[in-house]
């Protein structure tokens, strides 16, 4: 019984290949690739001979049948476009079939752009959201930007060079003209960092067309900026908590958190409350 591995590869330069992914890739009965084209270069670079199939969103159902097979019979690689599979790509569904059918799973880390791009924007890294791609219609972009508009994680998304632009405009427009850190083509020969707000990015964009991959790493909201709860909102929360097995100490200190109010000033009207 075979295991399935999931290779990290370079997002731009092949020297960012590890031995280890090389080795695996070699070593597999069958390498799963979500674009041949783009792999075949991998493993020709690396002399690699092993047999590969596509699998991408399109025809992802039809080739389940075929890798779990040949998992029955050895190791199969998983290779994405670029960067760490199952990451904004269909590898979750196949990771879970191989699960589901008793096969091992694993990873051989390597790069991944989300990671990359926000090690290096200058922006908080203790906690972030990664939410891939931007909804490609205006309306649907906006709305999924309100949702996350109250979120103080820092926010990375991918983009593709002919909507940067449109979705710069709605990140200013909807989020606030916040910290960004647009990063383009990591790791190839065009490799770019423009750090700076929201509109320092537009201005420089509007100057120069848009080419390549781009990840853009944006600030979170700061706690600051947030709205302060009104009393009648506060007191309505403390109720709510203190059915729940709770002490005084945790529910200030969450309510603190989330209201915008000191926890001694909540502290005293829990007591009012009780």
């Known amino acids: 019984m075979g295991t399935l591995y999931l290779v990290a590869t370079p997002i731009g330069n092949l020297e960012d290949m590890n031995p280890r992914g090389v080795r695996i890739l070699r070593e597999s009965l069958l390498i799963a690739a979500e674009d041949t084209r783009h792999t075949k270069i991998l493993l020709d670079h690396f002399q690699i001979k092993t047999a590969y199939t596509s699998y991408f969103e399109h025809n992802k159902i039809n080739k389940l049948d075929l890798i779990l097979d040949t998992l029955s019979q050895g190791d199969v690689a998983l290779v994405s476009?670029?960067?760490t599979p199952a990451?904004?790509?269909?590898?979750?569904?196949?990771?879970?079939?191989?699960l589901a059918s008793g096969?091992?799973?694993?990873?051989?880390p390597g790069p991944s752009a989300p990671i990359s791009a926000l090690t290096v924007s200058g922006l908080p890294t203790d906690s972030f959201l990664y939410l891939g791609y931007l909804p490609h219609k205006k309306n649907e972009r906006k709305k999924s930007l309100v949702q996350i508009s109250d979120q103080t994680y820092?926010?990375?998304?991918?983009?593709?060079?002919?909507?940067l632009l449109d979705s710069l405009a709605d990140i200013q427009e909807t989020l606030g003209n916040r910290q960004i850190c647009i990063a383009r083509e990591m790791t190839k020969m065009y490799e770019e960092y423009v750090r700076g707000s929201v509109s320092d990015g537009i201005t420089y964009f509007e100057s120069k067309e848009p080419r390549g991959?781009?990840?853009?790493?944006?600030e979170g909201k700061k706690t600051e900026d947030r709205r302060r709860w009104t009393e009648e909102e506060l007191l309505k929360a403390i109720k709510k908590e203190l059915k729940k097995d709770k002490s005084a100490k945790e529910i200030s200190a969450e309510l603190a958190e989330s209201s915008g109010w000191n926890k001694k000033k909540i502290y005293n009207l829990m007591n009012k409350t009780k």
């Open 154 to 163: 820092t926010l990375i998304f991918l983009e593709s060079p002919h909507r």
């Open 81 to 83: 476009d670029a960067g």
């Open 103 to 108: 096969f091992d799973v694993k990873p051989v």
């Open 213 to 218: 991959e781009f990840t853009l790493v944006i």
């Open 87 to 98: 990451i904004n790509d269909p590898g979750y569904e196949l990771v879970k079939a191989a």
